[in-house]
């Protein structure tokens, strides 16, 4: 046993989910189609990047040979796995192609439970949630009340929400009830206040999390969502990993919206650096100060949020790329009896209909090194039935009791 460090690269996926078609989503392939798009010159996009997707650390771990087992081909220009990774990749059995499901699931609780949504009609919310919103939340209206992506609806509704002072509330696939008000002329504090006045209004309907969506601009062309997002989520069905790592008297650091996702439920500390790179710098001074027993746990946001929902395939590879380019770090970082654990929540491929996740498998890479100092030796762990084997993987390794959803990968 030392220290934990479990990367989730939020929405990349690798395709290949048994039950895609009930989510309407048979064919995805988040990892699959970035790479074959990269490949056929679809993913150029001046002053960012060009050419075939160049993942070679990732491929090392394992990427390709992961995203291969899942989908059953390879993702183009993608580097055999290394001698040292231990790859694999795993299906969800959580009903939802959510973050809270796979994060959950990821930390060895799967959701036992449907969560509620919100139909496709205009208006979405049922009249008396919103009655009582604008009751409670002390609020003129809402605007929006439909599916929207989060960065339309501020062009189209962000200048009316300036003049009128009303929030937009909006849905989408996942189980949210997302709120955009403007930093100064609604208030960030405000909007803090009125998405927990929300979360309590909408636990009768089994929604997953509410969501304050802050932007700053004065015009449709200006608005610009910033890095104050708080999601407030309900709290997971029973103890997770998490809880089960400081019973054990080891400490939980959670970097990016981890704190958010868990509902603050079993986390040490939090550091909420905004973008990937800080996320990555964040993961890095964590692993720095963690100690033995420690789990280091921090989610990538920006491949979904900025590339995956805006199906924006140049983007979505350069990020990768940009991560990739930091793994070295990473494995600089490890000190003997190290594990990481590297994969994701759920898909959001880019190359998809509509703006939504999609329902893909995840790939499981691994790395580490022994107490003596040496790689941890290389394994194909195959396919697994269930995110949870990720999380008793990690609570093996640090020396936790086994729990009841999951079987440790090593
Ligand atoms: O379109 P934006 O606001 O980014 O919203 C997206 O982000 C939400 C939470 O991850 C998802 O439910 C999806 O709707
Ligand atoms: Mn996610
Ligand atoms: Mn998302």
Redesign the pocket.
């Known amino acids: 046993m030392s220290r934990a460090v479990l990367i989730v690269l939020?929405s990349v996926g690798v395709g290949g989910a048994p039950d895609a078609s009930a989510y309407g989503d048979a064919g995805a392939n988040t990892l699959g189609h970035i790479a074959e798009a990269c490949a056929s010159g679809r993913g150029d996009r001046e002053g960012l990047r060009s050419g075939p997707l160049l993942l070679p650390h990732l491929g090392r771990l394992g990427f390709g040979a992961a995203a291969q087992g899942a989908s059953g081909s390879w993702p183009a220009n993608l580097p055999a796995p290394g001698r040292n990774a231990i790859y694999g990749h795993a299906a969800e059995v959580s009903n939802g192609k959510?973050?809270p499901s796979g994060h959950w699931e990821i930390a060895a609780v799967p959701v036992p439970f449907d969560w509620g949504y919100f139909p496709e009609t205009e208006p979405c919310f049922p009249a008396e949630l919103t009655d009582a919103i604008v009751r409670e939340g002390k609020v003129p209206g809402i605007l929006g009340n439909k599916h929207?992506?989060?960065?339309?609806?501020l062009a189209e509704l962000g200048e009316e929400h300036i003049r009128s002072g009303k929030p937009i509330g909006?849905?989408?696939?996942?189980s949210?009830f997302?709120i955009?008000a403007h930093e100064s002329h609604f208030g960030l504090e405000r909007l803090y206040a009125l998405c927990e006045t929300v979360r309590r209004l909408v636990d009768p309907y089994s929604i997953g999390?509410v969501?304050a969506?802050p932007f700053i601009g004065e015009t449709a062309e200006t608005f610009e969502?910033t890095g104050n997002r708080r999601?407030y989520a309900v709290p997971p069905p029973e103890p997770t990993l998490l809880d089960r790592v400081i019973s054990a008297g080891g400490r939980t650091l959670a970097i990016g919206k981890i704190g958010d996702i868990f509902a603050h439920k079993g986390i040490s500390d939090v550091n909420k650096a905004s973008g990937n790179a800080a996320l990555t710098d964040a993961t890095l001074a964590a692993m720095e100060a963690a100690k033995d027993g420690d789990l280091v746990f921090a989610n990538l946001?920006d491949f979904?949020?900025l590339y995956g929902?805006?199906r924006d395939v140049p983007g979505y590879a350069a990020a990768l790329e940009a991560f990739d380019a930091r793994l070295p770090e990473i494995e600089a970082a490890l000190r003997p009896g190290d594990l990481v654990v590297i994969t994701a929540d759920h898909g959001c491929d880019p190359t998809w209909r509509g703006?939504?996740?999609t329902r893909e498998q995840v790939p499981i890479l691994a790395f580490g090194r022994n107490a003596d100092g040496t790689p941890m030796p290389g394994k194909n762990i195959g396919a697994r039935k269930s995110f949870a084997d990720i999380g008793e993987t990690v609570a093996a390794h640090l020396g936790l009791a086994p729990g009841r959803h999951g079987r440790s990968l090593l």
């Open positions: 939020d959510d973050t929207a992506s989060g960065t339309t609806i909006y849905t989408s696939a996942d949210v997302q955009a999390r969501i969506r969502r999601d946001v979904d949020m929902h805006r703006t939504d996740h």
